[in-house]
């Protein structure tokens, strides 16, 4: 019943930025936490973020912290990603995730989710 849409990504120098969203419908958006993954071709997926479903707790993986920020907004059904200072590591094809289940904070692998949107490529250039 739960669709996760993403948008947003894009071919980006390095040091830009984007800025990506995930459209939730068919559930209670605010009733479980938010993640967004992403995998490079070749290489397994990767945690990125999470957000609790307030909003009030987050976690960032070590490559990422301090340069990406995941933020929510529940009257509009939408999680978003904002990635600055962006790196060619960062090219890969990012996927919004979200649980049903009450996981003790921050989950951190895939197995935990049980929606997932289709993916947007990011791709930087140096």
């Known amino acids: 019943q739960v669709q996760l849409v993403e948008s947003g990504g894009g071919l980006v120098q390095a040091g830009g930025s984007l800025r990506l969203s995930c459209a939730a419908s068919?559930?209670?958006?605010?009733?479980?936490?938010m993640g967004w993954f992403r995998q490079a071709p070749g290489k397994e997926r990767e945690f990125v973020t999470t957000?609790?479903?307030?909003?009030?707790?987050?976690y960032y993986a070590d490559s990422v912290k301090g340069r990406f920020t995941i933020s929510r907004d529940n009257a509009k059904n939408t999680v978003y990603l904002q990635m600055n200072s962006l790196k060619p590591d960062d090219t890969a094809n990012y996927y919004c995730?979200?649980?049903?289940?009450?996981?003790?904070?921050?989950?951190?692998?895939?197995?935990?989710?049980?929606?997932w949107g289709q993916g947007t490529q990011v791709t930087v250039s140096s």
């Open positions: 995730a979200g649980t049903d289940v009450t996981w003790t904070f921050p989950a951190i692998i895939p197995e935990q989710y049980q929606h």
């Open positions: 068919g559930r209670t958006f605010g009733s479980y936490a």
């Open positions: 957000i609790s479903w307030s909003g009030s707790r987050t």
